[in-house]
């Protein structure tokens, strides 16, 4: 497994922009596929967007698709969540994970490191 500890959450008014990071430390972070997860108060985890172990492979939820950015520095260990025009339900704890391979998936079940989590919170 990886150690993986995001950063950049935090309060933003509807229309504003964060960008997430997500460093990882331990296994070898170059050959894995990675993505950004979402759990908002009394929901299930879902799926946000997803990227190949060499920059391919992006895929968004429909919800984001347009607004967010996946990116990743491979000589950084760093994935990256750029999120332009925030609604106030994009309001969740958003969460950086590591694949088992290194083609993404959008299941929770191919993500075998987590990390702590960032607070998002979008005002209206």
């Known amino acids: 497994q990886v150690n993986l500890v995001e950063s950049g959450g935090g309060l933003v008014q509807a229309g504003g922009s964060l960008k997430l990071s997500c460093v990882a430390f331990?296994?070898?972070?170059?050959?894995?596929?990675m993505a950004w997860f979402r759990q908002a108060p009394d929901k299930e985890r879902e799926f946000v967007a997803q990227?190949?172990?060499?920059?391919?492979?992006?895929m968004y939820a429909d919800s984001v698709k347009g607004r967010f950015t996946i990116s990743r520095d491979n000589s950084k260990n760093a994935v990256y969540l750029q999120m332009d025009n925030l609604k106030p339900q994009d309001t969740a704890v958003y969460y950086c994970?590591?694949?088992?391979?290194?083609?993404?998936?959008?299941?929770?079940?191919?993500?075998?490191?987590w990390g702590q989590g960032t607070q998002v919170t979008v005002s209206s």
């Open positions: 994970a590591a694949g088992r391979g290194s083609i993404p998936s959008t299941m929770r079940s191919f993500y075998d490191s």
């Open positions: 331990g296994r070898t972070f170059n050959s894995a596929a």
């Open positions: 990227i190949g172990w060499n920059g391919g492979n992006t």
